[in-house]
Structure formats: C-alpha cells, structure tokens
C-alpha cells in the first residue's frame, strides 16, 4: 500500500474513532434519559442537551408593560422640564401624563410663562420631546417618534437580558430566551423541577425603592396614621362598592386607593402596603397600609451586592432569622447617606414592586449597607424567600412590568417518547437506505451505508461540541441529513459507471468519477445551506434548531461524500476487493472491459 494512501486510511480511522469517542456522551443522555447529569467522567462534555420537547420543562410567553414605560418616562421628562424652567425663573409649573393619549400636559402659570416652557423644551430636550399644541397656560408634548422606540427597543432587551441574568443564577441548564413581536419575550426552560418558584421569580419587577415613611418619629404617630389610612379606605371601599377581592392584582387595588384617596392625602404621600400574616389565622394575610413620601427616596438600582445572612428579630434575644443584606455602589452610598442622615429617627420603608417588606427607625446615617428584614413566616419559608429576594436585587431589576399571558407544562413522559419515536425513525430511515443501496450498487452500497453512519455520528459529535440542544426538529434535520448524504453518494456512483462504460481502469473510474461528481454535489449543497442560513437567521426556536441541524449536517456530508469515502475506495483499490466493488457499479460493462 503507498505511504499516502496508508496516510488517508489511518486518518479515516482517526476520524471514525474520535467520533465515536464524542458521540458516546450522547448516546449514553439517550440511554438514561433520567440520568443525563451522571455521565461517566471518562466520557468528554460533548453531550447533546435535550430540549424541551424532549426532556420536559415549561414553556411560557411573557407580555412586557411599555406602555406603562413610556407613560413613566413622559412623567420623568415632565419634572425634568419643571425642574429646568424653574432654573431659569419659571415657577409654578405642573405636569401631567394624558395616558391614552402618551401625552405630556404641563400648565403653567400665565400665557408668558407658558411661551418660556416652550423656548426651554425646544432648547433643551429638542430630539426627544415635540410639541402636540397649546392653549392658554397649557403646553402638550409627547415622545418623537425615535425616541419612543428607543424606549420600547431598550425596555424588551434589558427585559430579555434580566430575565437571562436571573435564569443563570437560579440554575436552570440552557434556557430559550427570545423576543416574540414588540412587546413579548419567549422563555423556556428544559428540565425545570420548580414552575411557580421559577415563574414567580421571572416576573418580579424588583423595583426597590427606600421610601420615607410620613413625619412619623414615634410608634405611637405610627399607629395613628395606620388607623386613619384604615378608615380612609374603608370609606373609600364602601363608596365604590369594591374591595380588595374585586382587583386581580394588589398594584391594581394600590392605584384604586391613591387615586380614591388623593384629596385627603397629604401632598407627595403615595399609600402602599405590608402583608402581614395573621398568626391566628393559617394562612390568612391581612394589609397594613402605610404613608410614604414620593420625594423622599432612593431607587435600588443602586445596590451592588445582595446576600442572605441572619439576624435576631429584636434587639432582645430571640431566634436569628434569614435577612438580606445589601451593598450599595459608589454612586449609591453618598445618596443613601443624604436620604438616611437628613431623616434620623425617622421610619424607612424598603419597598419591593410597590410592597412594604420593611420599615425600621434610622438610628444613624447609612451610607455603604444595610439589611432588609421579611416580616413573619418559618425558618424555611423566609431562607427560600431571602434567597430568591437576594437573586433579583444581585441580578437586576425588571425595566418594565412582566406577566405571563400563556404557559405550558411539558412532562417528561412525553419527552421520553418522543426519543422513542425518534430513534424509531432514525433506526428504520437508515435500514432502509443501507437496503437499497446494498440492493443496488452490491458491496459499494454497504460502503455507502458505512459513510452514512459516520456522517451521522460525526453531526450529532459536532452538535454535541457546539452545545446544541436536540429537539424534534433538529432530529427531522438528522433524518434528512441521510437521505442528502445517500444522494450524494448515489450521485458518485453513477458517474463511476459512466467511468466503467468509457472502460476507465479501477483507478480512474475512482479518480473521476469522484472529481467529475465533486461540482454537483458542491451545487446542490450549497443551494440548500442558503436556505439552512436563511432559517437560522430569522427562524425562531425549534425552526433555527432544524435549520442548525441541517447547516452542520451539509458540511459534513460535502466532507464524508468527497473526502471520507474517497480515502475508503483508493484504500480498497489496492486489494481485490476493489474488483468485486466494480462489478457492484458497472454489471456487465465491466466484465466485458475487463475479460
């Protein structure tokens, strides 16, 4: 045998066995479906994961409030005009969201006034606000056009980019995080054991605020505020015939409050709520309201750092109970330190998504840390509920309002068969074409059977190293992948015997018929890999995992048709093997080239 066809046939079996080595993790996940995190640690981590079609999990769509962005953001500008009118002279200006409108409304205190706010907004926010109309003391602005979608584009991908960061720290392998439209973002999570935990967690907001709790120094000042904030509520409850049962979510029945509420309560308070559980009661959850101030505050963006530890419930001995305690950043901790060193002795509340989780005195200025306590519950109950609070603050805060417009629950039992029919169809795919062309091309059709197992073990390899995950549609890919590898090969054979028919020796009828077969394999894959990019470009999900299958499969085929097999035939060409091989391709035409 020449020494570089000795060299082609070592690296032909290099190949086979380094697949065999990277497929072997996979097959065995297949094997043991329910033991997929015990591979032996022999095996390398080319492991195809499975995919939630196939191993189970949860499917959710999450819709993302931008709306209420965009209103909040026009409310942001709206005290940014009045804070620079009043800069330059202009006092007494007020501003107001139109919301079905995603308007700006700002009035001012004479007609001249009014022309001032309008010469500052074209001055100073020219680009990001334009002007709707005027009359009298009133200027109407809304967001320019860029500037909204700029908004909307931002608040979805940081959105997407939380949602990820949160997913990551929870533990969750490999989840399916995409945007869904304009306003929507798909999540799925293959494998997940925790449903509600995992969806409770994705859809806090986590807004923290440090809000103010309204002139009270005192328990006592505490306790009268909460009883009039009670009678306040109980009449307003009892004039709009509702109750807190009428509102599907607590931040509805909140708004229902402040806005029933909003002329008795004093100027920049806001009422919000602590759940308090009732010890008497199993279960039972009753609302404590307390008064805050809208401009005594500071938002919890600024922590840096969040982590679970244990503090006593009272400055008397007692039981430690779970706390998380927070770090803010370099920013943050002078601001903390003005908010906390202009209020000593004041009550602070540490506002989550609105919720009251906490309101301790502030005996001293804080600056660089401090702890939020969780109100009442079982060592248990509140290490899970520090841990998952702790997880959202360290990985970020919600931009936006999400909540869960549809969601499945895929059991693993339907997972496991659908590996089932998968191997099925895989298994009888291949037995029917290592059938067909044993029939017809003799002992060359087994050699093409051999390269079609190898072309299939080496993309399965490939996509194991890539970190791809194996859904249904990427094993319709692999099913297809045969039939184009066959073709390929079937492609080579027949100009093999266009080769023999011309009466080539064996030699040229595998050098050409190789090499004049090579252009229209490279053409028709070529075609179908534009369509393969096409689909992993804009296809979402299980689209884009068929179409990965399918780009790696043709890559590999072009490889296993025009090299691999190549190597096999000129190896056998040297025996006499060889001989048998063209009688498989040419029939009688050989026989009577060669007699």
Not at 514 to 525: G, K, Q, R, V, Y
Not at 566 to 593: D, H, P, W, Y
Request: aromatic share 6%; with cysteine; glycine share 8%.
């Amino acid at each position: 045998m020449e020494k570089s066809t000795r060299l082609k046939f070592l690296f032909n079996v290099a190949i086979t066995l380094a697949t065999v080595w990277m497929l072997a993790p996979t097959m065995w996940s297949l094997a043991h479906p329910d033991d997929t995190d015990k591979i032996p640690a022999w095996m390398p981590k080319t492991a195809m994961k499975l995919g939630l079609d196939l191993q189970g999990g949860i499917h959710m769509v999450m819709g993302v409030d931008l709306d209420k962005v965009v209103r909040d953001q026009l409310a942001s500008y709206g005290r940014n005009v009045e804070s620079a009118a009043d800069t330059a002279g202009v006092k007494g200006l007020s501003s107001k969201v139109i919301d079905k409108d995603f308007e700006l409304e700002i009035t001012a205190g004479s007609p001249v006034d009014r022309e001032k706010v309008a010469d500052i907004v074209s001055k100073d926010f020219s680009g990001t606000l334009e002007f709707v109309g005027d009359s009298g003391n009133i200027v109407v602005l809304r967001l320019s056009r860029p500037q909204e979608d700029y908004i909307r584009t931002k608040t979805l991908e940081q959105s997407i980019e939380t949602i990820r960061n949160r997913i990551d720290e929870f533990g969750v392998a490999e989840p399916i995080i995409s945007r869904k439209g304009d306003s929507q973002i798909l999540v799925q999570f293959p494998g997940a054991k925790e449903p509600e935990r995992l969806k409770n967690l994705i859809g806090q907001t986590a807004q923290l605020n440090f809000q103010i709790v309204h002139e009270c120094t005192d328990g006592a000042c505490m306790a009268q505020w909460t009883e009039k904030l009670e009678t306040w509520i109980k009449d307003a409850e009892k004039a709009g015939n509702y109750q807190r049962e009428t509102f599907p979510r607590l931040s509805d029945y909140r708004a229902k409050i402040n806005t029933d509420l909003a002329a008795k309560l004093p100027k920049d308070t806001i009422v919000s709520f602590e759940r308090v559980r009732d010890i008497n009661v199993n279960g039972a959850v009753t609302l404590r309201p307390f008064l805050l101030s809208t401009t005594a505050l500071l938002s919890g963006e600024y922590i840096e750092n969040a982590y679970i530890t244990q503090q006593s419930r009272s400055q008397m001995a007692g039981p430690e109970m779970p706390v998380v305690a927070f770090q803010m950043n370099a920013v943050g901790a002078p601001l903390m330190g003005k908010l906390t060193g202009e209020h000593v002795n004041r009550y602070m509340a540490i506002v989550l998504d609105g919720i009251v989780k906490s309101a301790p005195v502030i005996n001293s200025e804080i600056s660089g840390s401090g702890i939020i306590t969780l109100g009442s519950g079982g060592f248990e109950e509140m290490s899970k509920e520090a841990g998952d609070l702790a997880l959202v603050l360290r990985a970020g805060a919600l931009p936006a309002t999400i909540e869960v417009q549809e969601e499945r629950v895929i059991g693993p039992s339907i997972g496991r068969d659908a590996i089932v029919a998968g191997k099925k169809a895989l298994m009888l795919s291949g037995l029917f074409v290592l059938l067909f062309t044993a029939l017809y091309y003799g002992a060359a059709g087994l050699i093409a059977g051999f390269v079609t197992a190898v072309n299939v073990g080496m993309i399965v390899a490939f996509l194991g190293a890539m970190g791809a995950t194996l859904t249904l549609p990427g094993i319709a890919g692999v099913v297809l992948t045969i039939g184009m590898a066959v073709d390929a090969l079937i492609i080579i054979y027949e100009r093999m015997r266009e080769e023999v028919r011309l009466g080539r020796t064996p030699k040229q009828v595998v050098t050409l018929g190789f090499e004049n077969a090579f252009s229209t394999i490279l053409d028709s894959n070529v075609t179908t890999a534009i369509g393969a990019f096409v689909l992993l470009q804009y296809g979402t999900g299980s689209i884009r995992g068929f179409a990965l299958t399918l780009l790696v499969g043709i890559l590999v085929n072009v490889f296993t048709a025009t090299f691999y097999a190549r190597n096999i035939f000129e190896t056998l060409m040297q025996s006499k093997i060889i001989q048998r091989i063209n009688v498989g391709l040419g029939a009688k035409e050989l026989t009577e080239v060669h007699a």
